[in-house]
């Protein structure tokens, strides 16, 4: 019954609308109706701009941490942090708040990391801001860092860890799927930070 309650409160901490509420009570917009379309973080970058964005990206990685925490709350076994947290992650792409539509999970699936394994978060998180900063790409971002952190958990021996991360991976690849497309086209948009951005903004201001 604990396991139960711990599962529908990550949810419904998970649905938390970061993005549609940051739109709606400081911009007055429905990021559904902008950039992308997608009510998660780097379309918050893009249409919020980098201290909007920034702030709907600490505190979705916070829904995946109090969420993942759960069942540390309820004196359950430490290893139910991974798969509770997953919960949270279904809430943030499946929102009751929003209909069932939500974000892809990047910065939620963080959270859980940072609840379960602050020093991989961290090495994680170095790696994910290293690259937005290179290539002004969110999406090339999540999608290696993701992937570093599924091939960094087997070097540590902990099976639900990689379970879960091969879990975690798939989902946000499938959310990413759009982005893929884009990417392979070379038509992926940039966030308003970073190299790329900067070297983009240069072409135009010498136009």
């Given at each position: 019954?604990?396991?139960?309650?711990?599962?529908?409160?990550?949810?419904?901490?998970?649905?938390?609308?970061?993005?549609?509420?940051?739109?709606?009570?400081?911009?007055h917009k429905n990021i559904f109706?902008?950039?992308?379309?997608?009510?998660?973080?780097?379309?918050?970058?893009?249409?919020?701009?980098?201290?909007?964005?920034?702030?709907?990206?600490?505190?979705?990685?916070?829904?995946?941490?109090?969420?993942?925490?759960?069942?540390?709350?309820?004196?359950?076994?430490?290893?139910?942090?991974?798969?509770?947290?997953?919960?949270?992650?279904?809430?943030?792409?499946?929102?009751?708040?929003?209909?069932?539509?939500?974000?892809?999970?990047?910065?939620?699936?963080?959270?859980?990391?940072?609840?379960?394994?602050?020093?991989?978060?961290?090495?994680?998180?170095?790696?994910?801001?290293?690259?937005?900063?290179?290539?002004?790409?969110?999406?090339?971002?999540?999608?290696?860092?993701?992937?570093?952190?599924?091939?960094?958990?087997?070097?540590?021996?902990?099976?639900?860890?990689?379970?879960?991360?091969?879990?975690?991976?798939?989902?946000?690849?499938?959310?990413?799927?759009?982005?893929?497309?884009?990417?392979?086209?070379?038509?992926?948009?940039?966030?308003?930070?970073?190299?790329?951005?900067?070297?983009?903004?240069?072409?135009?201001?010498?136009?």
């Amino acid at each position: 019954m604990k396991l139960l309650i711990c599962a529908i409160l990550a949810y419904l901490i998970g649905s938390f609308p970061t993005a549609y509420l940051v739109g709606k009570i400081f911009f007055h917009k429905n990021i559904f109706e902008y950039g992308s379309g997608n009510v998660g973080t780097t379309n918050a970058y893009r249409v919020f701009g980098k201290y909007a964005g920034t702030l709907v990206l600490i505190i979705d990685i916070l829904k995946g941490t109090l969420g993942a925490l759960m069942p540390v709350f309820f004196r359950l076994d430490h290893h139910w942090v991974l798969f509770v947290g997953i919960c949270a992650v279904i809430g943030h792409c499946f929102s009751i708040f929003l209909k069932f539509r939500g974000g892809k999970a990047v910065a939620t699936s963080a959270g859980i990391l940072l609840a379960y394994n602050p020093l991989l978060f961290t090495i994680c998180f170095i790696v994910l801001a290293t690259i937005v900063y290179v290539t002004s790409m969110v999406s090339v971002a999540s999608l290696t860092t993701v992937l570093f952190f599924t091939i960094a958990s087997l070097f540590l021996h902990d099976w639900i860890l990689s379970t879960v991360a091969a879990i975690v991976t798939v989902i946000i690849y499938v959310r990413h799927i759009p982005n893929i497309k884009r990417l392979l086209k070379g038509k992926e948009n940039l966030v308003p930070i970073g190299l790329q951005y900067k070297k983009q903004q240069a072409k135009k201001n010498q136009k």
